[in-house]
């Protein structure tokens, strides 16, 4: 009787603890500066393998970083809008010698502009009607409320966020939902203009291709641009058109600041966010994200046998289970966040999704203290000596 409740508790457990971590893999906060710690898959893979260095080759960067021009400046003060200096944006002629060559070749594969049109110029209408007439983009906005000057409110439009609430990034959020409209970031909007499909969003899992994937998951380093990659915009945009459809075609083209508009990850202190967006959209491609019916199963799994440790009353002497080879080491459960971590670079390796289970195995050290208090309240007095009995 008593271990069919046990088993009856380790199950309810198991259930609970697959519905804290899917809260825990919504969260940006954690885990903070010290994320290395909790990404050791990624970085091990790394470590150990020569990285791909040919796959950049399908991809042409524009930087805009030393391209800029001087307009006028305007603050909305109650509705009121007053002028207020200069400030400097994206030369916009060169952004547009540059979208007319994209749609006189037409060669390209796909285009994500990583620039924000909340400034106006002299030059705009000019500028959007001819990116109204680029296929196969996407135009960064940073959230749906954000001004955008008139004549550009009917691009192709995907959200640029990218949450660094702990100081660097730990996930990439591949969607939001607010009220009943779902937003789409610039890697998933990129996919779906190239598979021909539409996600279908869910609070923990949504789903796409028929899979189920992460809404927020960590974003692996897949490439690194080589020098010959990057071209600057008022350098591409000298090309005669037969170069330039050599540069561009069947190329994906990001176009932004690559050089001034870089985040903290775990694998650099600067990381352009022009890279950011890329390795997001890659490890959709790449199924990094998917989740599958056998790694729930798995994760059920582990979930359960920390449960019925748990529920197991921590001493040797009454429980076999605490004999066997490495599981008794686990009594007092210390060792759970130790195991978890080690269990996560496994899901890793086999599975392919990069998993953080320190947060798990914190949570089951806590139960560990709480349900069997006698246990650990009987080994500190040991430890401290405070159990002896007095001797007169």
Known sequence: MIIRYRFIFSVVNAIISLVIFFLIQKSHILPGNTSKLFYLGPIIKEATQSHNEVSIQKYRIINTSYDRMLVDHYQNING????????????????????????????????????????????????????????????????????????????????????????????????????????????????????QTNIKYGFFLSKLNNSYIFNDYTVEKFVEPSTSSILDLGRIVIRKNVEFDELTRDKIILIGDFYNNSKKTIYSSKTPSLLILLNAYLSIENGSLTISLSLILFLFSIFFFFSYLIFTPQSKRKNLIFRLPIIGSLIGGAKYIISLALIGILIYFVFGNNLNLIYMGLFFYLENVIINNKYHLKRVKTRFNLDKKKHY
């Open 80 to 195: 009121y809008i007053y002028p207020k200096g200069n400030i400097d944006i994206t030369d916009r002629e060169k952004l547009l010698d540059l979208f007319r060559l994209l749609n006189k070749t037409n060669s390209y594969k796909y285009v994500i502009c990583n620039l924000v049109f909340d400034q106006a110029s002299p030059i705009d209408d000019s500028l959007s009607n001819e990116m109204l007439k680029t296929k196969r983009m996407v135009v960064a906005r940073g959230n749906p409320n954000q001004s955008i000057v008139s004549g550009y409110e009917n691009l192709n439009y995907g959200l640029a966020s990218i949450y660094m609430p702990s100081g660097n990034l730990s996930k990439y959020r591949l969607l939001e939902k607010s009220d009943s409209v779902i937003l789409k970031s610039i890697p998933l909007k990129m996919y779906e203009d190239l598979n």
